[in-house]
């Protein structure tokens, strides 16, 4: 959340330091501050960085304000939409890190994970030259009868539709029917045009999806605590 709102950076794994805009702060608060100031802060920092829309003029609502209005489980859940888009941030930066290889088998292993092939045996990495921008083939069947097909691609702009168009071609050269083409930034809407025309043949999974994917199927990210939430059994006091 820190990094989010810009008081702190990340220029290497492991290796956190404050920036100016954090140094600012800590002078403001050199004996600390309580959580709801804490809060305010935060979304200070994220509306001047990111320039988050909270409302305009003298009728803009405090955030401390609007956090007590909500109910305790809109809090929560508000609460873990901000950290989701935090851990999902942090994983395309370490992806963006990580060697190329690295990538494609943690595309590989996602793809294992969403139920494609029946073990890891039937993941296979190609990614190297002359494979006609095919990156991995997971099996369907112990056969390898049915195959998919994944491109990885961590690029900065977005991808555009001759490199789907590309993908889709070498499809056949793998004799392959389905493909998944997966890249860490976003696809142009003339890429998804093309694909929804091959629909049958081409799913895109763009950074928000695949980030998306992997917290939901554990995948490069760990759940590190469970959370009771407890409500009245009515039940249990209508009951004869």
């Not at 290889?101 to 994970?113: I, K």
């Not at 045996?121 to 006609?132: F, H, I, P, T």
């Amino acid at each position: 959340m820190l990094k989010a709102a810009g008081y702190v950076d990340n220029p290497t794994p492991g290796i956190w330091r404050s920036t100016d805009r954090g140094r600012e702060l800590l002078a403001r608060y050199p004996d600390g501050f309580d959580e709801e100031t804490g809060r305010r802060v935060i979304r200070e920092g994220r509306r001047e960085t990111q320039g988050e829309d909270v409302g305009g003029g003298d009728e803009a609502a405090d955030p401390g304000e609007a956090v007590v209005q909500q109910t305790p489980d809109e809090r929560i859940d508000s609460a873990l939409e901000e950290i989701r888009r935090a851990v999902a941030g942090e994983l395309l930066e370490k992806i963006a890190q990580a060697p190329s290889v690295f990538f494609e088998e943690l595309v590989l292993h996602l793809l294992h994970a969403l139920g494609y092939g029946a073990s890891d045996d039937d993941l296979e990495r190609v990614g190297q030259a002359g494979d006609g921008g095919i990156d991995g083939v997971i099996s369907l069947d112990k056969l390898g009868f049915e195959r998919v097909c994944i491109q990885a691609k961590r690029w900065q702009g977005s991808v555009g539709r001759p490199e789907v168009q590309g993908f889709y071609g070498a499809l056949a050269g793998r004799r392959a029917r389905k493909g998944v083409f997966i890249t860490t930034s976003t696809f142009t809407r003339e890429a998804r045009e093309f694909a929804s025309q091959v629909a049958d043949s081409i799913v895109l999974i763009d950074g928000v999806r695949l980030t998306s994917l992997m917290i939901e199927h554990g995948v490069g990210v760990s759940h590190y605590r469970v959370v009771r939430l407890p409500r009245v059994d009515e039940d249990y006091f209508d009951g004869d």
